[in-house]
């Protein structure tokens, strides 16, 4: 189909639906839900085809189309049926065809909403005290480890209060910004009571510390930590159990005994089901880290069965529960008993007024109200952004904001969260091969002079473990790069000198907001986020804004207008008129360069075709699984599939694509099918249950 600018529209608006055979009531119902989403489309902010009012709007351009037959390289490209683009051929066949033109990316677009965000009062901490570690009552040579070993002098908040108050043997809930050290808070008064402990410790007793932490890399970093603060304590013997290491050589480490265990909660499970020699009698510490996630509905079963087996061999033990979004309900949740806790918290002067040098505050509970509960603390030197771009538009923006930020800028530290394990593979591939640059010829759909700078990492549930744990070190380690991700590395990582964070899928609850904004700005350190949302997505700021969170817009024109700077991108028509004052109309072409790039890619061969559809699909699946008080923002029928296909280099909707999430039922915790949608042009199937999650890695 020809547009009235000539440009070829391979990829479609809603389509005439293909021939299926229905049942009657299954007809009606599906004519009911086709004509309700009619309806919504007219409603929504995803209604086509509005232009954006705002003063730098990019104008439709009738020359647009032109130069986007051309590629990267500016030179004249003929173009071919997209019905013969990929069956039945070889890669290498496929990669000498021509490209397709890319239908326009700056049309038919909802409009973007003007953001009226309600500016809140963020809830901050003090980080840091100037109160050193050798004014508690601790063991010198403890103590001495913590200045050479951490070079650490002085206390953080959460660390003065929580030492004394753990020392004395008191469950407690503590609760600090992210980024504050809760992790020595908890490890320093371990290690100093079992160095006290009076017939001193053998490594054969086992555990006398059980650490359970939500992911095998955060497992790995408590781990690092605890066996720094054992040094001057050889006879106390650390160890760490996750999934993915040989079960055999974990065996065999236990069997000789491991006195601090820090273990995922899953692998635990395993050895106390397989390990006959894991024995609990002397356990005295419990420790939950990121103690919110452990204890929800994901890793529940686990959770049963570790207490269960802790309880059935020791009576008394300490319990401590940490995290930067601890709820006092989430120990009622998971039937943990605590006894007599205390909560601990650190509050700034503004959120507490009866507190007025912002001194932590130690409570027995009952404690804070429900709406400081529900408000999260964030790290003062924290910018936070929101930018509001249509569907079709995603790619090449989030694309842009790497440019911008990891190849024009210096010593840029990148992380990107998706909501999937096949989102993280589909885009990591893709900025791999398009936006590197290589030695030698460009590949079909490669940038040819794309900077060296840029380094891109990924890391999500479905790799192996070895490569898990090289890419964890390699991005810890180095100065620059970006690590696309999921939420595996949404808690608790601290991964030094990392810039900025990017939100290209929203997360689903305000907590999981806090905890991956919270992977920078650490310590003090300075450090900015970027929440990337569809213009129907717009409302998720007042709901962040209803927890105490604010961020600020950065216009999608200023993120794409980078693409000016990189000759990479020119038409041929800016080539030869260097002098031009850059305008919207040069982003704009700029934009559907780098898009063509991506298309191009994609459509270079049938693997990479069906990469793509996979990747649409568990977007789409994420996108069904969002809780229901979110629904209302983030519904998967107010999604336009032709234009979502876009923003995944596709050049049409796929058609018939079935989307099947999943979801355990509070009640008996059975998966379930909930939700089966196809997509003819619009979304029609069955109605979602309530109280859905899905399983995001
Ligand atoms: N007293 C201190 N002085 C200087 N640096 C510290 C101190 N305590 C901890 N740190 C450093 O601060 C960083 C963050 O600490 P940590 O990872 O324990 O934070 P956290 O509160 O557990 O964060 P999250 O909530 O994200 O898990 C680490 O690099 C740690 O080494």
Redesign the pocket.
Known sequence: MAAADGTLLHFSEPQAAAPRTLSKPRRARERRQAEATKRKYQASSEAPPAKRRSKTSFLPAKKTAKEAQRTFKGKPQKTFSPKKSSAGTSDRNQEQKPCVKTSSLFKNNPEIPELHRPVVKQVQEKV?TSDAFHELDLHPHLISTINTV?K?????S??KQSIPVLLEGRDALVR??????????YCIPVVQSLQAVKAKIQRSDGPYALVLVPTRELALQSFDTVQKLLKPFTWIVPGVLMGGEKRKSEKARLRKGINILISTPGRLVDHIKSTGNLHFSRVRWLIL??ADRILDLGFEKDITVILNAVNAECQSRQTVL???TLTEGVTRLAGISLHNPVSISVLDESHDQSNPKGKAVLEVSPPRTSDELDSFAIPESLDQHVTLVPSKLRLVSLAAFILQKCKFEKDQKMIVFFSSCELVEFHYNLFLQTLLSSSGAPAPGQLPSASTRLKFLRLHGNMEQEERTAVFQEFSHSKTGVLLCTDVAA????L?QVKWIVQYNAPSSPAEYI?RI??TA??GCHGSSLLILAPSEAEYVNSLASHKINVSEIKMEDILSVLTRDDCFKGRRWGSQKSRAVGPQEIRERATVLQTVFEDYVHSNERRVSGAKKALQSFIRAYAAYPRELKHVFHVRSLHLGHVAKSFGLRDAPRNLSVSAVTKRKANLKRQPWVTLTWDGQWAGESEEENTEIERD
Request: proline content about 3%; hydrophobic content about 30%.
């Open positions: 840091f951490l650490m002098s002085s206390m953080t959460i660390q600090s910004q992210t980024g504050s050290g809760k992790t020595l808070a880290d990121e940490l995290s930067a808690r608790g990582l601290d030094p905890h919270g992977r650490r310590i």
